[in-house]
């Protein structure tokens, strides 16, 4: 398996521009998990999903904010409108849950930069 | 999330020697604890994990100890050598880890 694969790698847009990140998680893993990375706040959970259905959405920082899974193969951050302070690295990953190990595998992030 | 900023904790060893990280976690109900390592440019990398029903843990090259009583967290490398290097996270969890949360990270710098 590739691994947790997220486009694109890199991102610049223009405030006020919309911006939609994409994931794919590790085949036959049930639950993914979007992050975000800054210098200033570390790495925190912003939504994540189990079995394509969003279980806990209260890291996402406001309405600008929207994810969707629509398979169990693919997922969405959008942001819009964008903002400078969104500037981040965003991480998806993915893990079986269930009743053994269940540790969550990162995809390469995608850095995004609101100019 | 916590604060990082610039005040990243950094811990400096010279290469063959072992390296040990700590973390204070802050849930005394977590039940489930992570180390992660992630290096310049990449998502972070699994570790090592711990269930809180145990206090020590071991891998290759790696231990992981859980002291419930001061909610602390500690990752021992033996040996450290210059692929250490990396910023690692301890992250807990509950219920089997559905809902991770992520400590600052300490950044660790092996010294030739």
């Known amino acids: 398996d590739a691994g947790v694969i997220q486009s694109p790698r890199h991102e610049v847009t223009e405030m006020g521009q919309e911006v939609t990140l994409r994931c794919k998680p590790i085949s036959g893993h049930n639950s993914l998990f979007w992050y975000r990375q800054t210098m200033m706040r570390g790495l925190e959970l912003l939504i994540y999903?189990?079995?394509?259905?969003?279980?806990?959405d209260s890291g996402m920082p406001e309405d600008r904010f929207s994810a969707k899974m629509p398979n169990a193969s693919f997922s969405t951050l959008k942001i819009q409108p964008s903002e400078p302070r969104d500037s981040a690295v965003y991480f998806c990953?993915?893990?079986?849950?269930?009743?053994?190990?269940?540790?969550?595998?990162f995809g390469q992030g995608t850095r995004l930069t609101v100019v | 999330g916590e604060s990082v900023g610039l005040h990243l904790p950094t811990l400096s060893v010279q290469e063959g020697d072992n390296s040990i990280i700590n973390c204070a976690y802050s849930?005394?109900?977590?039940?489930?604890f992570i180390w992660y390592k992630q290096e310049s440019g990449k998502g972070p990398q699994f570790i090592i994990d711990i269930r809180s029903n145990m206090d020590k843990r071991q891998g290759q090259r790696v231990t992981v100890l859980l002291n419930k009583t001061v909610k602390h967290l500690s990752l021992q490398i033996a040996a450290t050598q210059p692929g250490d290097s990396a910023v690692y996270f301890c992250a807990e969890g509950l219920n089997y880890g559905q809902n991770f949360v992520f400590g600052p990270g300490t950044r660790l710098s092996v010294l030739p």
């Open positions: 999903f189990n079995n394509n259905v969003p279980i806990d």
């Open positions: 849930n005394s109900a977590s039940d489930y």
């Open positions: 990953a993915s893990s079986f849950s269930g009743t053994g190990d269940t540790e969550a595998f």
